[in-house]
């Protein structure tokens, strides 16, 4: 079974702790075909340390005995707060793989650091969150949106269960007619508080083909975590291929 890792954070994300060669390693000890390195790339970063981390990947790469083939993309965060910035960097370098990432609402911080207080002050946020997804989406710039259901981790966090399906589903579903449209997919981040078996079936039933698996791993301790129950659950919504990349062009493997 064809088993990839396409959400990791190295070192050279600021919460990320491990270099490329020793998330390689760990890619091996799980058992993976395929790694990718997707480190942060957010539009509130002043500096981005492209070509160095160029120069990382290209040697662990040239050194790479592990026979597990190691990609390079990035985590593009928050790309419609600065299209502009976001186009630049994600054509800068020569990317396999492009996540598109919303972890703030404009003039909000990160979901992460927001203290929640109230349901209503919830679905206040998340309205507000689908409408960006919504421009994310139309603008384009990535090829998989990134963890769906980012904002409900950290208000589960503080009490409030919330669920994407059923209230959200005419949201869900305007959200993958434009992504399917456009032939970009939505990733299956292991890290998603909800059920994720729905939310997968909507995406198809709205003609969505291209679904990644990704751990979110920030350490090489976390590489490969969850991937292989995850293709169990893009088998449950009716999947039969899982989407792999290399240099931005999408191909897909059975599962
Ligand atoms: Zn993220
Ligand atoms: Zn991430």
């Known amino acids: 079974m064809f088993l990839a890792d396409y ?10 702790r491990d270099g490329m060669p020793e ?12 790694l990718c390195v997707t480190d942060h790339c957010d539009m509130g970063d002043a500096v981005f340390p492209a ?3 160029v120069r990382a990947f290209e040697e662990t790469r ?22 502009p910035l976001a186009e630049k960097r994600a054509a800068g370098q020569p990317y396999d793989f492009v996540i598109g990432s919303h972890h703030a609402l404009r003039e909000e911080k990160d979901f992460y650091y927001t203290r929640y207080t109230s349901e209503a002050q919830c679905r206040s946020l998340l309205a507000r969150y689908f409408a960006e997804l919504a421009e994310l989406a139309e603008w384009g710039c990535f090829d998989v949106l990134g963890h769906i259901a980012y904002p409900l981790r950290y208000m589960r966090r503080d ?7 059923p209230r959200y589903e005419a949201e869900l579903r305007e959200l993958f007619g434009l992504l ?7 990733e299956l981040n292991t890290k998603e508080p909800v059920p994720m078996t729905d939310i997968l079936s909507l995406f198809r039933e709205c003609g969505g083909e291209v679904v990644t698996a990704g751990s979110d791993a920030h350490s090489a301790a976390g590489v490969g975590n ?9 088998r449950e919504a009716g999947f039969r291929t899982i989407a792999a990349f290399e240099q931005r062009r999408v191909r897909f493997e059975n599962i």
């Open 159 to 165: 009490g409030f269960m919330l669920d994407l399906l």
């Open 180 to 186: 399917a449209r456009s032939g970009r997919g939505i």
């Open 23 to 34: 998330l390689l390693a760990a890619a091996a000890r799980a058992g993976l075909d395929e």
């Open 62 to 83: 040239a050194q790479n005995e592990t026979g597990v083939r190691l990609l390079l993309g990035i985590e593009l965060g928050e790309g419609i707060h600065n299209k």
């Open 7 to 16: 959400h990791t954070h190295s070192a050279f994300s600021s919460d990320g």
């Open 226 to 234: 969850g991937v292989a129950e995850g293709l169990e659950i893009c």
């Open 51 to 53: 070509a160095e981390r």
